[in-house]
């Protein structure tokens, strides 16, 4: 291998380095993958295509063990550790540095007796729900089944079953990690308290997690899906959902989004090339209860297309209909404290329809109910203060390159008002600044989290996430 120029923020500086990659591979049963190797792009792909890991060198874990040796040869070496399950969620390109990818720990033990999953770090939502189904339970899994398990919920996990369970991080049970010192611990709230506090809401700054063990729900079958309005109902539509949405029971949770559609063939005509609102809704407990609950929105404009119904719970990417192919995209998010007649014109000034070209999506979550409460055993999550959460996004296509990160900003700047200041740490997108990611928490965590990283990972070797220090 040729000689690398790494630049080693631990050590200080830039220098010559050739790191003994036999050496690595010698000590670990998966693939040790440098770049140009055979199925090294493919071992480091992304989900979003604006960021491209070129690590020195990729390690696909087989286990803990595995994670280990990574870990071990990465410090001794002055290498930062990265780590990749889905690449559903890459913060930043991953350079001059060990990436562990945690696809090839993909088992899923379902215990439907205790209502729990033990899963390896590779597994995906979709896997847990299709097992956990067989019994008749769930995972409090986000809007996309194809979202890592552990990525998600480290970061907090914001799904449709959040307002009655909470956030996904609030079902974390125990966890597995290998720490910056080598050492494969297993936290839960009676071993290492503080530890199990921070990576639940402090996502990967305190080592690569191996297994994950979570609650699961008693939920086989919701009342959900999706109805399209006009564009040009946008207005009646935003101001219906900001006077229903507060009124719904924890049982119900929604969302509404104004997309901005390409010409696709694959789209339905009545919405191919348009600007429609889309409402998200998922009832837990009946038709009859949900589609009342549902009825009075349907008034609420001209709806171009509706598909709600009983949905098996394993169906429930249906709700939100999120990408299943890469592109490159560029996010922002925020949280507001409330969403009142004025936030809604100062959105609907910015993000309406026809207003910015450059803008694919603008969400508004209905937070609230079990989400705002702390759950049995507190934790670090960000943002549970939020009563909506805000989330702008665009496609990063030839031409437009500029004006989304431009769109993103202006939508988050025009509900300021409105804002928390804090926020949710999965939607903080790939483009957050290191005072951005700070401020996701509140200031008191956010010391509380800063005390437990400097102890446990004093030379800053997991920084290449949501960093609790750059
Ligand atoms: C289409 C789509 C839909 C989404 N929907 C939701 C949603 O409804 N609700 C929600 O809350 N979020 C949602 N997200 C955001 C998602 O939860 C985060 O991006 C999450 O980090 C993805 O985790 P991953 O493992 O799949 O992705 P990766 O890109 O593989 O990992 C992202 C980060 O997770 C952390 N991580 C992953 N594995 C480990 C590990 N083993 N140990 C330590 N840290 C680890 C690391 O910080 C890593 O950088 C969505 C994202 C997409 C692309």
Redesign the pocket.
């Known amino acids: 291998m040729t000689s690398t120029i790494v630049a080693d923020a631990a050590r200080g500086g830039a220098r010559d380095f050739d790191p003994p990659i036999a050496d690595l591979a010698r000590r670990v049963d998966g693939p040790v993958l440098t770049p140009g190797d055979p199925g090294a792009a493919a071992e480091v792909a992304?989900?979003?295509l604006a960021v491209t890991h070129e690590p020195v060198v990729t390690v696909g874990a087989t286990g803990p063990a595995d994670v280990a040796a990574a870990v071990t040869w990465a410090v001794a070496n002055g290498l930062p550790v990265?780590?990749?399950?889905?690449?559903?969620?890459?913060?930043r390109a991953v350079r001059d540095a060990v990436l562990?990818t945690?696809s090839r720990m993909d088992h899923v033990h379902i215990d439907p007796v205790r209502r729990r999953a033990r899963v390896g770090?590779g597994v995906?939502w979709a896997q847990v729900n299709e097992a956990a189904a067989r019994h008749g339970l769930a995972g409090v899994?986000?809007?996309?089944s194809?979202?890592?398990v552990?990525?998600?919920s480290?970061?907090?996990?914001?799904?449709p079953l959040s307002r009655e369970y909470g956030?996904?991080a609030d079902q974390v049970l125990a966890v597995e990690?290998v720490t910056a010192d080598g050492r494969v611990r297993r936290v839960d709230e009676h071993t290492e308290p503080e530890l199990f506090w921070a990576i639940r809401g402090g996502?990967?700054n305190f080592?690569?997690?191996?297994e994950i063990e979570i609650g699961l729900v008693p939920v086989a079958t919701i009342y959900a899906g999706a109805v399209f309005f006009a564009g040009g109902s946008a207005r009646d539509v935003l101001h219906s959902f900001r006077t229903w949405a507060p009124t719904l029971p924890d049982r119900t949770s929604t969302s509404v989004a104004l997309l901005n559609l390409p010409p696709a063939p694959e789209l339905p005509e009545a919405l191919r090339g348009q600007h429609v609102v889309m409402l998200r809704f998922a009832h837990h407990g009946g038709d009859v209860e949900g589609a009342e609950l549902l009825a009075p929105m349907l008034e609420a404009g001209e709806v171009l297309l509706s598909g709600v119904g009983a949905l098996p719970y394993t169906q429930s990417d249906a709700i939100?209909q999120?990408?299943t192919e890469p592109a490159p995209v560029w996010e922002k998010g925020a949280l507001l404290r409330e969403l009142s007649a004025e936030a809604v014109d100062a959105l609907l000034a910015v993000a309406g329809p026809g207003r910015h070209p450059a803008l694919a999506m603008v969400e508004l979550r209905l937070m609230g109910g079990a989400i705002g409460r702390s759950p049995r055993v507190p934790n670090a999550v960000a943002g549970r203060e939020g009563a909506y959460s805000l989330l702008a996004l665009g496609v990063l296509a030839p031409g437009i390159e500029e004006a989304v990160p431009v769109a993103c900003d202006a939508v988050v700047a025009a509900l300021r008002p409105w804002a928390t200041g804090t926020a949710?740490l999965?939607?903080l997108g790939a483009s957050a600044s290191a005072a951005e990611v700070a401020a996701a928490w509140r200031p008191d965590v956010h010391h509380r989290l800063l005390a437990m990283k400097r102890s446990l990972d004093p030379r800053n070797v997991?920084r290449?996430?949501?960093a609790l220090e750059a």
């Open positions: 992304t989900f979003n990265a780590v990749q399950a889905t690449g559903h969620g890459p913060v562990v945690t770090a995906r899994s986000g809007s996309s194809s979202v890592g552990v990525g998600y480290l970061g907090g996990g914001l799904g956030f996904g990690l996502k990967g080592g690569v997690v191996t939100h999120d990408p949710l999965n939607w997991f290449l996430g949501h």
